[in-house]
């Protein structure tokens, strides 16, 4: 790889958490006053090193950049149909009128629509198809179909049987499963590919965070202990009892 | 249900999907080592990107002592050993590679998104939970 390319995915995967983090500073900190002004770096590096590579025969940043927008355009209609249904519903948490629920109820079904034709006929759709569209969509059903069904086994578990929720989520799971079967017959190594990393994924992050986990412990534990202060004496001990008393007892505050 | 048959049920779920899938996407018995490895390699990059994530978002508590300086440093080394976990059984990382990686990585987290927000949908659309504090009540 070129430099452009490892300083183009450093800064996606090292920077962007890392200015998002400086973001995220309670107080006004050193690190919090530089943090837009490091954001306005990162960003400008991710955007010159993304230019300097271009366009390529490999997958590179322009092409994950297009698949990326093929993806985000479905899932906003969905989030914010989503959004609308949740929040225009019979229960009164948002400023959105409540009949405005069907109209979100539309949009999800839009974006429903939209995903079905992305991955069967993607020609049809007013945009031109990505280059990279087959691996982003044969993951995104994957993600449905299984996060479909581990959610229809949490709703029914729960304990509350939330009947509806369970039926809508094993319907998407199911719904995704004939699409991919559909999908495979022309296109199944991008199936396999998009599998085979959510099983690598799933594993990797539970032994990376487990790993994470026991790091800290061990620093936790070797580092210094605060200082602490010396236990309450027989004088204060007393006082407090009086205090405490007086307060909540009843007593006489001397 | 308890915890662990929760957990259980879970875990069931996930198998049956995950080999309806592999045999919609034709896997073939006879590549399994083919399979794993891949698997594996996906799986170190899987933490390598993790470490180096929590390494790097790190920077928000490095004012706080010594403690968050040292783990912020081994996750660091830690990342760097995944890469070169990564190089040890792939070769060198292709620029295809992790294009096609972010990519599934990004088409995974939009279909968890759409699965929870559609169950929130369903669930605050229920006539029954017309008063908030009745719901929270039941």
Sequence with gaps: ?254 | MSKKNSFLGIFVTLSIVLIVIGWIANWNIGDIQEIGKDIIIKSVMAMTATWLILATSSTSILHRGKAPTTQTITLLFLSVGGLGLIEILNGEISRGMLATITIQWVGFTFGTILVIFTVLAIVTGSKEEEDPLLAMDK
Excluded at chain 1, 22 to 36: C, S
Excluded at chain 1, 138 to 160: D, K, P, R
Aim: glycine share 8%; aromatic share 6%; proline share 5%.
């Design chain 1, 1 to 254: 790889m070129d430099w452009a390319t490892i300083a183009f995915w450093s800064l996606l995967y090292a920077g962007i958490p890392a200015v998002l983090a400086m973001h995220l500073q309670r107080k006004v900190t050193k690190i919090y006053k530089i943090a837009t002004p490091m954001t306005i770096l990162v960003l400008a590096g991710i955007a010159g090193t993304a230019n300097m590579i271009g366009e390529s025969t490999h997958m590179g940043p322009v092409e994950t950049a297009e698949a990326l927008i093929h993806l985000v355009i479905p899932t906003s209609i969905y989030l914010i149909g989503s959004c609308l249904a949740i929040f225009g519903g019979p229960s009164p948490v948002g400023p959105i009128p409540k009949n405005w629920r069907i109209g979100g109820s539309i949009l999800m079904f839009i974006s429903i629509g939209w995903i079905i034709v992305q991955s069967l006929q993607p020609e049809s759709l007013p945009i031109q198809t990505a280059k990279m569209n087959d691996i982003a969509i044969s993951s995104l059903l994957i993600g449905i179909s299984i996060v479909g069904a581990i959610g229809t086994t949490v709703v029914l578990t729960v304990g509350e049987k939330r009947w509806n929720a369970a039926i809508i989520t094993i319907a998407l799971s199911i719904g995704s499963i004939v699409i991919l079967a559909q999908l495979a017959v022309e296109k199944s190594e991008y199936i396999q590919d998009s599998l085979q990393t959510i099983i690598g994924t799933i594993f990797g992050v539970i032994f990376a965070l487990w790993i994470t986990f026991h790091v800290i412990v061990l620093i936790e534990k070797n580092a210094a202990l605060p200082k602490t202060t010396e236990p309450i004496n027989d004088e204060e001990e007393s006082l407090v009892k009086r205090h405490l008393e007086a307060n909540i007892g009843g007593g006489k505050n001397e």
